[in-house]
Every structure is written in structure tokens, then in C-alpha cells.
């Protein structure tokens, strides 16, 4: 069992003064659905741990749908006492497309606050970020998975540098760990097709501390999955993420909930390995609609799903049972569907999408996306 002291580096054994990095993450849809979090958590400090998952979650990783950040450090140099008292706090500048964005800091400032302990070297260096998204914004698509997920890698780079010696796995597993101290689902975003996050027994590895690789075998069904985006609405979250996580703490099915998600990845596991797409199906779209039914019994309660939401619904149940072509749904807390589908039906389901689903979008806007294999750093 992996513990967060695990993650707090010794002594390293080199030196860096400046340099630049470039990594991009994707974003990913969780399957098996991760909402609500663990209270009272103690880490081996005897401080709260953070951002605990109180469920486990499997998530397929994207491809297209991506944070492009750019990274760049330099070695703070203390020239009088005032300078070295200004080396007390982080020192960033912060672009989004390569132009300022100051509302964007205070996220960035909370997020090294967190992770300092891990990473001592923070306030000895400033550091540019400049972010982009190959994705619109406000498409609810989670950016905040591939951003932070994205950032992470950067900052580990930096910490290899430190450390030549540390290993591929503990430098993509150290990047997940972070990852989620800055946004949940970002530790799925790090490595890997499929991502299971959370501990479970069935699931070698697994930990609710950072993602890991499925560890068997795919069925070559999966291979390739495709994920089209229909953009039912652009606009504003009606609920962060962290108001509605929150708000399982006393919901009066949450317990259920948790054990149901459990049971979920243990049936999800075995139809990735039997390539029962039947049953895929069935499981996914049920965590889809739970999501939002947990949402809609909270207290106080949100239907996060639009009118055109349940016609696209409705569109795709009419479809897969006159045809029987295997294309399904799936909801993030937001109004947009995920179709999900086999490789080989890609021509049958776009045809679909483009005759009966485009009109639902708005502005007729979706993205066609598939199974990706996690970030990836520009050379």
C-alpha cells in the first residue's frame, strides 16, 4: 500500500537554474461514475487528505480533447531581504492562449499550496504557464482534468531534473497524485486508456490516492472506442463540481450509491476482458443517469439535463434497437451526451448523428473523439 509520505522527495541529487517544458493531457468520461467524497480523511501529518474519492471510478481517456500547457522555470535569486521575504509566497505569471488571465491565478495559487509539501523546490523558481484547449470552452468537457493533469506533468519534468534517477512509474504515478490534489478526475488524465481511480479489491494497485492503468488485458471491442461530443449547452456550470460532491455527504442514498459504483467496476472489469458490449451498455448508461439522479435528490437539488438532453436520449434507445448497432450514452454533470461506439460503426453512427442528433446542439457543434492513451510531452 502506496502512502502520501511516500510522495515527499529526500535529498536530490542535481540542480536546475531555468529551462522549459511542454506537455498536453487529455480529458476523459468517466464510466463508472466518481461523485462524492470521502470526510475525515487523516494523512500521516495529521491533516485532512485531500480530494479522497468516496467511490471508485473507471474513465476512458481521450484523445483529441486536450490541455496543451507550456512550461517554463527560472532559479529566483534572493539579492536583499526584502527579496527574500517575497520568496515566502509562489511566484507565477499565467496565460491562457498566450494572454493573461488573472482570474484563472487564484485556482493555480491554491493548487501549489497544496502540493508544496511534495514539491519543495516551488518557491525558488518563477514559472510562466501558458495553457490552451484543442476543445471550446465552457463545452463541458473537463477541462480541469486535462489542465491539471497537463500542469502536473510539467512540474514533475521539473522534479526529474532534481532527481535523475526516479523511475517511469514513480514519475507517472508521483504526476497522478498531483494531478488530483488540483482536480479530482485529473488523476484518470495521466497514463493510460482505460484509468481506474479508487481502491478496489478486484483492481490490482488501485489506490484513492492516484489513477492506474486497467491492468488486464482489453477486449479488442474496446480497441479504438470512439467518443462523439454533442454540445447540447455551452454555457456556465449551474453547479461547481465541488458543491456537488459535497452535497453527498447527506444524501440520503448516498451510501447505496457508493456501494453500487463498487459493484459496477467489478462488472465493468469483467466486460472489458469478455468484450460484452451488451452489458458495457447497460452498466454505463445506468452510472450516466444515477449521476444525475443523485443531483436531482440532493438537497438542495439540480436537473443539470436539458429538453434536448432526453431527445438525444430517446434518439439513441430508437436507434440501437432498430439496428442494433451497439452505440450508447453517457452524461458528465452537465447537459452534453457522450455517444459512445465501436471503431468499425464510426460511418453508420455519424451518418445518425448528422440526420437525427445535430439539430439538438447547439449551434449544431459536437466532437468526434476516441480512446487515447494519456498525456504526452512535446520534444
Known amino acids: 500500500m502506496i502512502l502520501e509520505i511516500e510522495f515527499i522527495p529526500a535529498k536530490y541529487s542535481n540542480v536546475a537554474t531555468q529551462g522549459f517544458f511542454e506537455w498536453s493531457a487529455p480529458s476523459n468520461i468517466a464510466l463508472v461514475k466518481y461523485w462524492g467524497k470521502k470526510e475525515n480523511q487523516i494523512s500521516y501529518n495529521g491533516e485532512e487528505s485531500k480530494q ?48 493573461p488571465r488573472e482570474d484563472f491565478k487564484p485556482k493555480i495559487q491554491k493548487f501549489l499550496e497544496l502540493i508544496e509539501i511534495y514539491l519543495p523546490f516551488l518557491k525558488n523558481f518563477h514559472f510562466t504557464i501558458d495553457t490552451q484547449n484543442t476543445f471550446p470552452h465552457s463545452s463541458g468537457i473537463a477541462s480541469s482534468a486535462s489542465g491539471m493533469a ?21 514519475f507517472y504515478r508521483k504526476a497522478s497524485f498531483l494531478a488530483r490534489l488540483g482536480s479530482g478526475s485529473a488523476c484518470r488524465s ?15 494497485n488501485s489506490s484513492d490516492l492516484f489513477g492506474v492503468e486497467f491492468p488486464t488485458q482489453i477486449h479488442s471491442n474496446f480497441i479504438n472506442y470512439q467518443d462523439t461530443i454533442l454540445l447540447v449547452d455551452k454555457g456556465e456550470k449551474q453547479v461547481s463540481s465541488t458543491l456537488g460532491h459535497n452535497l453527498m455527504h447527506n444524501h440520503p442514498f448516498a451510501n ?26 447497460k452498466i454505463v448508461e445506468s452510472e450516466a443517469l444515477t449521476l444525475h439522479s443523485m443531483m436531482m435528490t440532493s438537497m438542495p437539488y439540480f436537473i443539470l439535463m436539458k429538453p434536448n438532453t432526453l431527445e438525444i436520449i430517446n434518439k439513441i434507445w430508437k436507434f440501437r434497437s432498430e439496428t442494433e448497432i451497439p ?52 520534444i
Open 52 to 99: 479522497i474519492p468516496a467511490n471508485p471510478s473507471i474513465s476512458f481517456t481521450l484523445k483529441n480533447c486536450k490541455t496543451i500547457t507550456k512550461f517554463s522555470y527560472k532559479k529566483r535569486v534572493a539579492i536583499s531581504e526584502s527579496e527574500t521575504k517575497k520568496h515566502q509566497d509562489f511566484s507565477f505569471d499565467l496565460l491562457f492562449e498566450g494572454k
Open 150 to 170: 497537463a500542469l502536473a506533468m510539467n512540474f514533475m519534468s521539473l522534479e526529474k531534473l532534481f532527481f535523475p534517477e526516479m523511475t517511469d512509474d514513480y
Open 190 to 204: 495521466v497514463k493510460g486508456s482505460v484509468v481506474v481511480w479508487g481502491k478496489h479489491d478486484e483492481i490490482a
Open 256 to 281: 447505496e450509491r457508493f456501494s453500487q459504483a463498487y459493484i459496477n467496476l467489478s462488472k465493468i472489469k469483467s466486460i472489458f476482458e469478455s468484450g460484452n458490449l451488451n452489458e458495457f451498455i
Open 327 to 378: 452505440v450508447c450514452f453517457t452524461l458528465d454533470a452537465g447537459a452534453n451526451v457522450h455517444v459512445l461506439y465501436p471503431e468499425n460503426d464510426i460511418e453508420k453512427v455519424l451518418q445518425f448523428i448528422k440526420d437525427e442528433l445535430v439539430g439538438y446542439c447547439q449551434n449544431g457543434q459536437y466532437i468526434c473523439d476516441e480512446i487515447g492513451f494519456g498525456s504526452n510531452q512535446k
